[in-house]
């Protein structure tokens, strides 16, 4: 029976010290948890009256995004917004971004990637090459 509770007392010990040293490194910060999952936020930036390219930037855009992370558009992790500058309700957004002309950026936390000039360039002419500038772009922001 001595035996039976001088092992109880350790188990119990061991335990407790496992636990401060667990709490200790919850207070610090030391404990690697798994980081929050990373999400891409694409704005098209467009003036009110749009030509024929800048309709393609728009389409090309949200088909390349749709075809490649559908699933992540779902649960919200890609997201795809349409920004009139011209509308003072986007004022805040257009500012935040210092917008002065139609714009495609893309934005994961503290990073952003501007494919404007990709994007008018190619989504009318080229569609293929763009949507793979788009994939590629998405995927290394969520890394």
Known sequence: MKKFIGLMLLVLMTSQFNMNIFASKLVNNDLAFAPEEKSVEVYYF???RRCATCEAVENETKNAIEENFLDLMK???????????EEE??????DEFEIG??????ACGDKQVDLTNDAFMNARTKPDKYKKKVKKTIEELLK
Do not use: C, E, P, W
Not at 89 to 94: G, H, K, M, P, S
């Open 46 to 48: 467009h003036y009110s």
């Open 75 to 85: 649960d919200g992790r890609v997201t795809f917004m349409l920004v009139n500058i």
């Open 89 to 94: 309700a986007n004022r805040t957004l257009v």
């Open 101 to 106: 002309s139609q714009t495609l950026m893309f």
